[in-house]
């Protein structure tokens, strides 16, 4: 023991702080050092796509309640998951339980919703709307919806990086 260290004061909090920190790294899970910036890219892309979704829900309900549902849920979703992705949500410091597994949740769901928006999008361009009073009718590109689609292909290709980048040890 060095002699400066033996007149401290015995501070039991000193070695609490380390298991902390070795706690929280633990629950983190792999480490990859871009993980937060590309969750911020991806939080951002999904919010562009929300908030598109969130601007035309207006002229969908007019059309039909039912296509204006779709937009208002889709838009509360997917700016749900950007703040979620942007603020770090799911933080080990406030969250219990196994952070790693519900941060591959989320961008599992994240990339499986905005996939089934972009085969919609596709198949309302293509064979036309599934259902609905213009069941059948093929829908013109717009250019609000390039943006949009634009955005979301980029959050599944943040999204699918993040999940092989961060999954665990030995799979």
Same mark, same amino acid.
């Given at each position: 023991?060095?002699?400066?260290?033996? !007149?401290?004061?015995?501070?039991?909090?000193?070695?609490?702080?380390?298991?902390?920190? %070795?706690?929280?790294?633990?629950?983190?899970?792999?480490? @990859?050092?871009?993980?937060?910036?590309?969750?911020?890219?991806?939080?951002?892309?999904?919010?562009?796509? /929300?908030?598109?979704? /969130?601007?035309?829900?207006?002229?969908?309900?007019?059309? @039909? @309640?039912?296509?204006?549902?779709?937009?208002? =849920?889709?838009? =509360?979703?997917?700016?749900?998951?950007? +703040?979620? +992705?942007?603020? $770090?949500?799911? $933080?080990?410091? *406030?969250?219990?339980? $196994?952070?790693?597994?519900?941060?591959? &949740?989320? *961008?599992? !769901?994240?990339?499986?919703?905005?996939?089934?928006?972009?085969? &919609? *999008?596709? +198949?309302?361009?293509?064979?036309?709307?599934?259902?609905?009073?213009?069941? /059948?009718? =093929?829908? !013109?590109?717009?250019?609000? $919806?390039?943006?949009?689609? %634009?955005?979301?292909?980029?959050?599944?290709?943040?999204?699918?990086?993040? +999940?092989?980048?961060?999954?665990?040890?030995?799979?």
């Amino acid at each position: 023991m060095r002699p400066h260290q033996a !007149s401290l004061p015995n501070n039991p909090g000193q070695h609490q702080q380390p298991a902390l920190l %070795t706690a929280i790294r633990r629950a983190e899970g792999p480490r @990859w050092s871009e993980r937060r910036r590309m969750e911020k890219f991806v939080g951002v892309c999904v919010v562009i796509s /929300g908030s598109v979704h /969130g601007l035309v829900t207006q002229e969908h309900f007019q059309e @039909w @309640w039912g296509y204006g549902i779709f937009f208002l =849920v889709a838009a =509360v979703c997917l700016i749900g998951l950007g +703040l979620a +992705l942007i603020t $770090d949500a799911i $933080d080990p410091r *406030y969250t219990p339980g $196994d952070v790693h597994r519900l941060r591959r &949740l989320m *961008y599992i !769901s994240g990339a499986v919703g905005n996939i089934s928006i972009l085969a &919609l *999008y596709v +198949l309302t361009r293509t064979v036309g709307i599934p259902l609905g009073p213009v069941s /059948g009718s =093929v829908e !013109s590109v717009g250019a609000i $919806d390039l943006v949009a689609k %634009t955005t979301e292909v980029l959050a599944v290709a943040g999204l699918v990086l993040l +999940l092989i980048k961060t999954r665990p040890v030995g799979d």
